[in-house]
């Protein structure tokens, strides 16, 4: 299968600050990404759409300019959460669309964000 | 998208087959049925996935139904490593480039030594 890479696989900031998580896809080109969010025991939430070249789709609910998405490249879709407070600690998730395999989506491995 | 239920639970002794049933009874003709599961604090990991036919892979078994109505993902030898939440998703292709996952509860597998 596709492999998608995410970095860093966890964060720890202070809150006020900007991070940013990078999703890479390592073997294919994926013109769709996706950014999910997870809280403690509970399901995966889609945040947002990434087309590369274009401006991302957020989904109702989430801020477009506390979360910043950027997908400047085949391979790379970014996402920078600015001025982070401590309700914004969670599991960040990417995936992206295999086209090669029926658009498929591979996920990433996630990153754990910690805000204080 | 259609929805899909689960149970929220089931276990299995290692060794054994798991047997994970989904219904999507509201399924349309151009959706798929996804299998997709989550290994605790793990991005999910893609499993497999079928129109109508049976499909098999290195991984598991897809069973549909005829109607479509229901699916049951097949682990024929289940290690406890298969432990992790399992979810059974619908997506059609139809909606376009932004065709998306929508993650429910999952169903909860535990293998049991």
């Known amino acids: 299968g596709a492999v998608v890479s995410q970095h860093p696989s966890w964060v720890i900031c202070k809150s006020g600050t900007s991070v940013k998580i990078e999703c890479r896809s390592l073997?294919?080109?994926?013109?769709?990404m996706f950014w999910y969010r997870q809280f403690p025991k509970q399901s995966l939430m889609l945040m947002a759409t990434?087309?590369?070249?274009?401006?991302?789709?957020?989904e109702q609910g989430v801020e477009k300019d506390k979360f910043l998405i950027n997908h400047a490249s085949l391979t790379l879709s970014t996402l920078t959460v600015t001025s982070a407070h401590p309700e914004d600690s969670s599991f960040y998730i990417c995936?992206?669309?295999?086209?090669?395999?029926?658009?498929?989506?591979?996920f990433g491995p996630g990153t754990r964000l910690l805000v204080l | 998208d259609a929805k899909t239920t689960q149970p929220p639970s089931m276990d299995c002794a290692e060794g054994r087959a798991a047997n994970l049933p989904c219904n999507h009874s509201?399924?349309?003709?151009?959706?798929?049925v996804y299998w997709y599961r989550q290994i605790h604090s793990q991005g999910p990991q893609y499993i497999i996935h079928?129109?109508?036919n049976n499909e098999t892979n290195e991984m598991a078994s897809l069973i549909i139904t005829e109607d479509r109505k229901s699916s049951t993902l097949i682990l024929p030898h289940a290690t406890l490593r298969d432990t992790a939440v399992y979810y059974c998703?619908?997506?059609?292709?139809?909606?376009?480039?932004?065709?998306?996952?929508?993650f429910g509860k999952g169903i909860t597998l535990s293998v049991r030594p």
């Open positions: 995936s992206a669309r295999e086209p090669r395999y029926q658009e498929t989506q591979y």
């Open positions: 073997d294919f080109q994926a013109t769709t």
């Open positions: 990434s087309n590369e070249g274009s401006k991302a789709t957020y």
């Open positions: 509201t399924i349309s003709g151009n959706e798929y």
């Open positions: 079928g129109l109508k």
């Open positions: 998703i619908v997506l059609s292709f139809y909606t376009g480039a932004n065709s998306k996952l929508t």
